[in-house]
């Protein structure tokens, strides 16, 4: 788990409280990962592993170069990426 990476055989008296590894397996919905590469805090490779887990038929992983955990621009890193994995699976557009 994250927190063995992070501190060590301390972390099995940690309770995970989000297993996302275990959860993510049973998520059938429409998927957007997005991670930055600069992360620091959640290792990249996370968020390959719950792409590579997860059996969502529409799913979709963006790694955004140059942007850490908490450092990003909303318009370029989150609201583009989002609208495009929408228009992908046809979610874009609301029922009249």
Same mark, same amino acid.
């Given at each position: ?5 992070l501190v ?5 008296v %940690?309770?995970?409280r989000?297993?996302n &590894?275990?959860?993510? #397996?049973?998520?059938h !919905?429409?998927?957007l %990962?997005?991670?930055g590469?600069?992360? &620091?805090l959640?290792? #990249?490779r996370?968020? !390959? ?7 969502a038929?529409?799913?979709c992983l963006e ?10 621009h909303?318009l370029?890193h989150?609201i583009r ?9 046809g ?6």
């Amino acid at each position: 788990t994250l927190a063995k990476e992070l501190v060590g055989a301390i972390a099995n008296v %940690i309770m995970d409280r989000f297993d996302n &590894e275990a959860d993510i #397996v049973n998520c059938h !919905s429409p998927t957007l %990962i997005i991670h930055g590469r600069q992360d &620091e805090l959640i290792p #990249v490779r996370h968020a !390959s592993v719950l792409y590579e887990k997860c059996p969502a038929e529409a799913k979709c992983l963006e790694i955004i170069e140059g942007v850490d955990h908490n450092a990003f621009h909303a318009l370029d890193h989150i609201i583009r990426p989002v609208s495009t994995f929408l228009q992908k699976i046809g979610a874009d557009r609301l029922p009249p």
